[in-house]
């Protein structure tokens, strides 16, 4: 499959500073589709009943936020296509909303397994928003490093190719998020 | 003791009997030294989600207790009290690829626990970017020495990713954004023109093939 990259106007356009006007003619199609693709993702939060959250009973505030976002790039791996979200400005000593798309048209269930879920594959099912195989969870995580990947179809642990990854320990690679 | 029971309690029906064993005999002799117990206990945990073989959960697991004792060897040579969020985080980035002496470096700045830490999450971030250690422990060296508010240090990763999107190494988005900063340091903020960061400057242009 072949990878494809979000040109910088249309990731700041995604990010809420620029508008569709700003785009020169030639961006604007691919503007359009990257707004409708954002559109079209499910914005419900996932529970995470597993969840330790003992560091959050440490926390002052709480704080959500949904944008601006800033859009990694969005790469193609095996039959899967992963974007990860996360916002822009987030807020230390606090908890950071963050959002976690995969577009795998192929998958019958996706979940996401980290450091903030203790590794469980069925804590955190990511939601399947319409026909076009994009699915999604929305967490609040508290302010810190995480660690994580996707988990497809139960089995296939799949790091998120837009995101820094480091190495498991195990063969494989843990993607990180630095709120 | 205690410290045993707590170890055996969280991994209770995670992970199998030896490495629950191994995880509390390290645990309990990292936390006589100050070290941290967590990122043991979580690689556990997670080797045994992914279906990882026992003995190498074990490995594995032996391989971060002895990260935790070079971070924090190297945040008390950097002249850091010992403080297990920032040997955790140094942790990180040395997995992520930094060094021991890298770890020094950045505690030689001065910056106080909580802002070290911090900078030692976003480094090894930015290591995992593929920013080579110079470039990445210059950028966050002068992050730190600025006294640039955390989320200024946090916004370090994007900054570079946006500068690689545009065509930079990551090498060369670092050192750039290092030299801005420095510059702006010297020279005071900028105006603020109503847009960016507020602190650190904007990812630079890379330069033309």
Same mark, same amino acid.
């Given at each position: 499959m072949?990878?494809?990259e979000l040109?910088?106007l ?5 990010d ?6 700003d ?5 604007r199609?691919e503007g359009?589709?990257?707004? $409708?693709l954002l559109a079209?993702?499910?914005?419900t939060d996932v529970s995470?009943p597993a969840v /330790?959250w003992?560091?959050?009973a440490?926390?002052?505030?709480? $704080? $959500?936020r949904?944008l ?5 790039p969005?790469l193609?791996?095996?039959a ?9 400005t987030?807020a ?10 995969l ?7 996706v979940?996401?397994?980290? /450091?903030f879920?203790?590794?469980d594959?069925?804590? /955190?099912?990511l939601v399947r ?7 999604t969870?929305?967490? /609040?995580?508290?302010a810190?490093q995480h660690q994580y990947?996707?988990?497809?179809d ?7 190719p837009g995101a820094?990854?480091i190495?498991d320990?195990?063969? $494989? ?5 630095t709120l | 003791?205690q410290q @045993?029971?707590?170890?055996a309690?969280?991994l209770?029906?995670?992970v +199998?009997p030896?490495i629950?064993?191994?995880?509390q005999?390290?645990?309990t002799?990292? *936390?006589a030294r @100050?070290?941290p117990i ?5 690689k556990?945990i997670e080797?045994s989600?992914?279906g ?6 074990a490995?594995?697991v032996?391989?971060v207790?002895m990260?935790?004792?070079?971070a924090?060897?190297?945040?008390r040579d @950097?002249?850091?009290?010992a403080d ?6 140094g942790?990180f980035?040395?997995t992520?690829g930094?060094?021991? *002496?890298?770890?020094?470096?950045l505690?030689r700045?001065?910056a106080n626990?909580?802002a ?5 999450r976003v480094?090894?971030?930015?290591a995992a ?10 950028l966050v060296s002068?992050?730190l020495?600025?006294?640039? +508010? ?5 916004s370090l990763?994007?900054?570079v990713?946006?500068?690689i999107a545009k065509?930079a ?6 050192a750039?954004?290092?030299r801005?900063?420095a510059a702006q340091?010297?020279?005071g903020?900028?105006?603020?023109r109503?847009?960016?960061h507020p602190?650190?400057?904007h990812p630079?242009? +890379?330069?033309h093939?």
């Amino acid at each position: 499959m072949s990878g494809h990259e979000l040109h910088p106007l249309v990731k700041q356009l995604l990010d809420g500073d620029i508008t569709l006007a700003d785009l020169p003619a030639e961006l604007r199609a691919e503007g359009e589709a990257a707004l $409708r693709l954002l559109a079209g993702v499910d914005r419900t939060d996932v529970s995470m009943p597993a969840v /330790t959250w003992r560091v959050m009973a440490k926390l002052e505030g709480r $704080r $959500r936020r949904f944008l601006p976002w800033l859009l990694a790039p969005a790469l193609a791996i095996a039959a899967a296509l992963v974007i990860w979200l996360v916002p822009r400005t987030p807020a230390p000593a606090s908890l950071v909303t963050v959002r976690f798309v995969l577009v795998a048209p192929d998958a019958k269930q996706v979940s996401l397994a980290g /450091t903030f879920n203790q590794w469980d594959p069925q804590a /955190t099912p990511l939601v399947r928003a319409g026909a076009a195989g994009v699915w999604t969870a929305t967490l /609040t995580l508290p302010a810190g490093q995480h660690q994580y990947a996707f988990v497809v179809d139960g089995a296939r642990w799949v790091p998120d190719p837009g995101a820094p990854a480091i190495d498991d320990g195990f063969g $494989r690679r843990n993607s990180v998020l630095t709120l | 003791m205690q410290q @045993g029971t707590g170890i055996a309690q969280r991994l209770a029906g995670r992970v +199998p009997p030896q490495i629950a064993s191994l995880v509390q005999e390290l645990g309990t002799a990292a *936390s006589a030294r @100050g070290l941290p117990i967590d990122p043991l206990i979580d690689k556990a945990i997670e080797g045994s989600a992914k279906g990882v073989a026992p003995e190498r959960v074990a490995s594995a697991v032996r391989l971060v207790a002895m990260q935790l004792d070079t971070a924090a060897t190297a945040l008390r040579d @950097g002249g850091l009290v010992a403080d297990t969020l920032a040997i955790a985080a140094g942790e990180f980035a040395i997995t992520a690829g930094l060094s021991g *002496s890298d770890i020094k470096a950045l505690a030689r700045t001065g910056a106080n626990a909580v802002a070290l830490t911090v900078g030692l999450r976003v480094a090894g971030t930015l290591a995992a970017l593929g920013v080579p250690p110079a470039e990445d422990i210059g950028l966050v060296s002068v992050a730190l020495r600025s006294g640039e +508010p955390v989320s200024a240090l946090l916004s370090l990763p994007a900054n570079v990713q946006s500068a690689i999107a545009k065509g930079a190494t990551p090498a060369q988005a670092a050192a750039g954004l290092a030299r801005a900063a420095a510059a702006q340091a010297a020279h005071g903020p900028p105006p603020d023109r109503g847009g960016g960061h507020p602190h650190l400057p904007h990812p630079p242009t +890379p330069p033309h093939p």
